[in-house]
Structure formats: structure tokens, C-alpha cells
């Protein structure tokens, strides 16, 4: 058996959208004493083309729960923020599909039809629970995932999604 399928020229014309985000981060302070709080200011900008949703995953891997150690000091993603507990079904390789368990907390931004040169943040203060490096990984990406720069960072440090984070770490000291 055999499928024919014709398409008009506008669809055989059209280019691929090819959404481009890119993210920084900066922390209120490298070390702390426990029982102290810092805040990590997050900025998302989208270049290039149209994304149909941007999501930015922050996950924090040295705990089980988030608890009250999380307060969102500002957010502007058109949507609502998402957590994430430990053990959730997730979705995982955008180009393909799938869902995978959450290994540790995350809490997800995300907004949807948003232009090229389009500008998000969140702030989020953090107080930890426990002596030692904390770390935060944060990814954002774009859908469609069309490319490797539907998604930030590029390279580096691969999370249990088998995805590129960005890792932040602050010492909590006794």
C-alpha cells in the first residue's frame, strides 16, 4: 500500500521556525551561613523566531522536596509556575517524545506564543536547609524544538533528561 499526499506550494515554501532562547542568571551572594537566604535572578530572552512555548527548568539536585525553602519573589511567564516532585512523570526529548521520573524537585516557567526578542524573568529566593554546596541547574527550551538552539545552554553539564543545564552553586556554611 502506498500514500500520496500532495501539499500547496505555501507549504512546501515555508521555512522552518527556528526559536533561539537564551538565559542568564545572577546570584545575590556565592556563600551563606545556614538558615540565610539568597536569591537567584533569572532572564530568559527568546531570538530569532516565534516559540510556541519557553520553558525554564530550575531543578535542585542535593534535595528530595522543596518544601518552604522556595518563595517566588517575581515572576512574569505568561502561565503558571509548575513544581515538580520527586518521582512526577515528566516529558523528556522534545524532538522525539517521552516521559521519564523526576530524579529531584524542579519548579517549571513557561509561557506560549511568544514573539522573537521577547524578554522573561523570575526571581526566586532560596533558603536552604542543610550545610554543604547547593547547587541549581536551569535550562530553558524553546518548542518547536527544531535544532540544538531550541534549547540553552548548548553544551556542558548533561541532567538526568540527558539535557545541557547551566550550573549555579552557592556554599552553605554551618
Sequence with gaps: MMTVVILP??????????PQPIQSATLSANEISLGESFEIQIQIENKNDVADILITSV???????????????????????????LGDKINSGYTKGGQITAQHPSIEAYSRNVPANTIYQMSVLITPQNTGIFEIHIKTIAIPHTSDLSHYPYDGVLDYQDEFVTVYSVTVNP
Excluded at 512546501?12 to 521556525?17: A, D, K, N, T
Excluded at 531543578?59 to 516532585?85: C, R
Design 9 to 18: 506550494d505555501e507549504y512546501l515554501s515555508h521555512e522552518i521556525v527556528e
Design 59 to 85: 531543578a535542585f539536585p542535593e534535595i528530595q522536596e522543596i518544601g518552604k525553602m522556595l518563595e517566588i519573589v517575581s515572576y512574569d511567564y505568561t502561565q503558571s509556575l509548575l513544581y515538580i516532585e
